[in-house]
């Protein structure tokens, strides 16, 4: 699809009713906000919720943990294989997380899943986390997890020009991210970008205002990530390498999949960066979920849209990997 194909406006809808009674049950606990608490803290609260509230992912051959050189020191992958027979497509999975939490266990479902859906091997990337290495440690991280895999993949049993890149939120900021980084010595065929982070946060939209408040991402949780991620740097709110909005250079991205969610404060910016890439001159495929919130992908059992969200990918990947 291209830029034609995009809506100028997305359609409302209610949110799905299964989520709005998890995020009822979640209010009515009296936990603290977040970004009050300390990060290690946090991303335990993370990973005890993505554990908790997805469904088991479907079998696959094999996952395994291998470090190599990173920018900052060792930099550990998990590396997962289909029970399919090679060469494969190659998928790096960058997990989301705010650049402060998230992990490979809070994302380990969601490639086990893309993994089998896709019939492809999946590198997932544990980056550096902020406040600890602010940016661009998880963009220098994630750049060097591509180079490795576009170096590595007959090693992985994978194929060199069927690579591609996908990640959910911040981490979908940073493949796309490493992707551009990546123009003109390698050549991923495919890029997914699931609810991305894609603006400064001081640059309003309607979206924070109608979602900031009360849907599992709020307005304060993604500001504590931001302050966290640009520490006392925040002149670099508009580094190419942050938002991607104000990059010059989307026009070298691969073909690329966007999905917004209805109830997402990052719901605007997704769709705008959506329209970019199609400008660009990308094929571009916009697919929105109306009903859904962010980080849906971990609530699969509560509602299938996460679920839905996973397939839907998981299918434009095939097709675009598969293709000769």
Same mark, same amino acid.
């Given at each position: 699809?291209?830029?034609?194909? %995009?809506?100028?406006?997305?359609?409302?809808?209610?949110?799905?009713?299964?989520?709005?009674?998890? *995020?009822?049950?979640?209010?009515?606990?009296?936990?603290?906000?977040?970004?009050?608490?300390?990060?290690?803290?946090? /991303?335990?609260?993370?990973?005890?919720?993505?554990?908790?509230?997805?469904?088991?992912?479907?079998?696959?051959?094999?996952?395994?943990?291998? $470090? %190599?050189?990173?920018? #900052?020191?060792?930099?550990?992958? /998990? %590396?997962?294989?289909?029970?399919?027979?090679?060469?494969?497509?190659?998928?790096?999975?960058?997990?989301?997380?705010?650049?402060?939490?998230?992990?490979?266990?809070?994302?380990?479902?969601?490639?086990?899943?893309?993994?089998?859906?896709?019939?492809?091997?999946?590198?997932?990337?544990?980056?550096?986390?902020?406040?600890?290495?602010?940016?661009?440690?998880?963009?220098?991280?994630?750049?060097?997890?591509?180079? @490795?895999?576009?170096?590595?993949?007959?090693?992985?049993?994978?194929?060199?020009?069927?690579?591609?890149?996908?990640?959910?939120?911040?981490?979908?900021?940073?493949?796309?991210?490493?992707?551009?980084?990546?123009? #003109?010595?390698?050549?991923?065929?495919?890029?997914? *970008?699931?609810?991305?982070?894609?603006?400064?946060?001081?640059?309003?939209?309607?979206?924070?205002?109608?979602?900031?408040?009360?849907?599992?991402?709020?307005?304060?949780?993604?500001? @504590?990530?931001?302050?966290?991620?640009?520490?006392?740097?925040?002149?670099?709110? /508009?580094?190419?390498?942050?938002?991607?909005?104000?990059?010059?250079?989307?026009?070298?991205?691969?073909?690329? @999949?966007?999905? $917004?969610?209805?109830?997402?404060?990052?719901?605007?910016?997704?769709?705008?960066?959506?329209?970019? %890439?199609?400008?660009?001159?990308?094929? $571009?495929?916009?697919?929105?979920?109306?009903?859904?919130?962010?980080?849906?992908?971990?609530?699969?059992?509560?509602?299938?849209?996460?679920?839905?969200?996973?397939?839907?990918?998981?299918? @434009?990947?095939?097709?675009?990997?598969?293709?000769?």
């Amino acid at each position: 699809m291209t830029h034609a194909s %995009i809506p100028a406006v997305l359609d409302p809808a209610p949110l799905d009713p299964a989520l709005a009674g998890f *995020l009822a049950q979640a209010a009515a606990q009296g936990n603290p906000p977040l970004e009050s608490l300390p990060p290690p803290v946090a /991303r335990q609260i993370y990973r005890d919720l993505a554990a908790g509230l997805g469904l088991p992912a479907p079998a696959i051959a094999s996952a395994n943990d291998r $470090t %190599i050189d990173g920018v #900052g020191g060792p930099l550990m992958l /998990r %590396i997962y294989q289909p029970d399919a027979q090679g060469p494969l497509p190659l998928l790096l999975y960058v997990h989301g997380g705010g650049f402060v939490i998230g992990d490979l266990e809070t994302h380990d479902k969601i490639c086990r899943t893309l993994c089998h859906d896709v019939a492809a091997v999946v590198v997932a990337v544990d980056y550096r986390l902020a406040p600890e290495h602010p940016f661009p440690a998880a963009v220098d991280d994630v750049a060097c997890a591509l180079g @490795w895999v576009a170096a590595h993949a007959r090693e992985l049993g994978a194929d060199p020009s069927r690579i591609a890149l996908a990640g959910d939120s911040a981490g979908a900021q940073l493949a796309a991210v490493a992707a551009l980084r990546s123009a #003109g010595a390698i050549a991923p065929r495919a890029l997914g *970008l699931i609810y991305p982070v894609a603006q400064h946060y001081s640059e309003p939209s309607p979206s924070m205002a109608e979602n900031g408040e009360g849907k599992f991402l709020t307005n304060g949780v993604m500001q @504590w990530f931001i302050d966290c991620y640009l520490g006392a740097r925040q002149e670099l709110a /508009r580094h190419a390498d942050f938002a991607l909005l104000h990059s010059q250079a989307l026009g070298t991205l691969p073909s690329t @999949w966007l999905a $917004t969610m209805g109830h997402d404060p990052l719901r605007d910016e997704g769709h705008a960066l959506a329209l970019r %890439i199609a400008q660009a001159g990308v094929p $571009t495929e916009h697919r929105h979920y109306p009903g859904a919130i962010h980080a849906c992908l971990h609530f699969t059992a509560v509602s299938p849209l996460g679920t839905q969200v996973m397939a839907d990918l998981a299918g @434009w990947l095939r097709a675009q990997l598969c293709s000769s």
